[in-house]
């Protein structure tokens, strides 16, 4: 059974930072997509970053202030979001994208996390 379990948020002030992790199991992450996923209050959730093995994407929105990264030995991906803003504050998910795709897109991708709340006061 494949679980993905998000840590990590909580509430700062804006400008501050935060690192998200997501911890997965029941599946080797090396040869997929994994992507970061957030849902603001009241709105679709929308893609924030994703990785593969040569390659990395971001919203536009978050370029420049958020990275994100895997450490395949440990099976974990990890989101470090900086100069964070309120318009930052969603529940933040990870997830596992269908094989050969590597995107922003919701729809390709099928395993997720619960997700962690980050809260972002101005």
């Known amino acids: 059974q494949v679980q993905l379990v998000e840590s990590g948020g909580g509430s700062v002030r804006a400008g501050g930072s935060l690192e998200l992790s997501c911890a997965v199991s029941?599946?080797?992450?090396?040869?997929?997509?994994m992507g970061w996923f957030r849902q603001p209050p009241g709105k679709e959730r929308e893609g924030v970053a994703a990785?593969?093995?040569?390659?990395?994407h971001y919203a536009d929105s978050v370029k420049g202030r958020f990275t994100i990264s895997r450490d395949t030995a440990k099976n974990t991906l990890a989101l470090q979001m900086d100069a964070l803003q309120p318009e930052d504050t969603a529940i933040y998910f990870c997830?596992?994208?269908?094989?050969?795709?590597?995107?922003?897109?919701?729809?390709?991708?099928?395993?997720w996390g619960q997700g962690t709340q980050v809260t972002v006061s101005s």
């Open positions: 990785i593969d093995r040569d390659s990395t």
């Open positions: 997830a596992r994208a269908l094989f050969g795709n590597c995107g922003l897109l919701a729809a390709d991708y099928e395993d």
């Open positions: 029941g599946i080797m992450i090396s040869p997929f997509c």
